[in-house]
């Protein structure tokens, strides 16, 4: 944890989870986001509907519901991702953005398929599933850091008076070289 200085001469930690919705990895993570909801939509409307056409019986119906499990989860990360960048460009408050009719409700969802019927789904759906699971534990890791109640967040360190005397000298000295 980065420790910056307080108006008093006190470290103080600084918060990742404040940087966090301005940061460049979240700029990249809603780029990523982004364009995956692009490319998995431009599929499903095109070769993956001629590939469908083509399957057998049991793997069609895989394909099916792996298909309406991946638009489902890119849905909640591209809503996620939007009421992120709403509170990073200040559009709303992070409190607000945590609000019951704001939340974005995450949850974990797994393939729909077993491996065997997996491996046997065109292998662009495969990978848009693969990637879009990926996106979805960072997203959800993200959240529990952001959204986490209070009691959970590790405490910021308290620097005892004797560490603060000795940063003083330790300044004190540092300067007159």
């Not at 298909?67 to 607000?96: D, F």
């Not at 704001?102 to 990637?131: C, G, M, T, W, Y």
Request: net charge positive; charged share 25%.
């Amino acid at each position: 944890m980065r420790m910056s200085e307080s108006c008093e001469g006190v470290r103080q930690p600084v918060s990742f989870v404040d940087k966090l919705a301005s940061s460049e990895g979240f700029s990249a993570m809603f780029k990523e986001g982004m364009t995956l909801v692009e490319d998995a939509a431009a599929y499903l409307d095109g070769q993956g509907r001629d590939e469908a056409k083509t399957l057998p019986r049991a793997v069609s119906l895989a394909y099916a519901a792996e298909s309406m499990r991946l638009t489902t989860r890119l849905m909640q990360i591209a809503s996620w991702l939007l009421l992120q960048r709403a509170v990073n460009q200040g559009e709303m408050s992070r409190s607000q953005a945590a609000s019951d009719r704001h939340r974005v409700k995450l949850s974990q969802q797994e393939l729909a398929s077993n491996p065997d019927v997996f491996a046997a789904l065109p292998e662009k759906l495969r990978e848009l599933a693969i990637h879009s699971l990926r996106l979805q534990a960072r997203v959800i890791h993200l959240d529990g850091l952001i959204y986490a109640p209070p009691s959970a967040r590790p405490t910021p360190l308290k620097i005892s008076p004797v560490e603060q005397q000795l940063a003083r000298l330790r300044d004190a000295f540092s300067a007159g070289m």
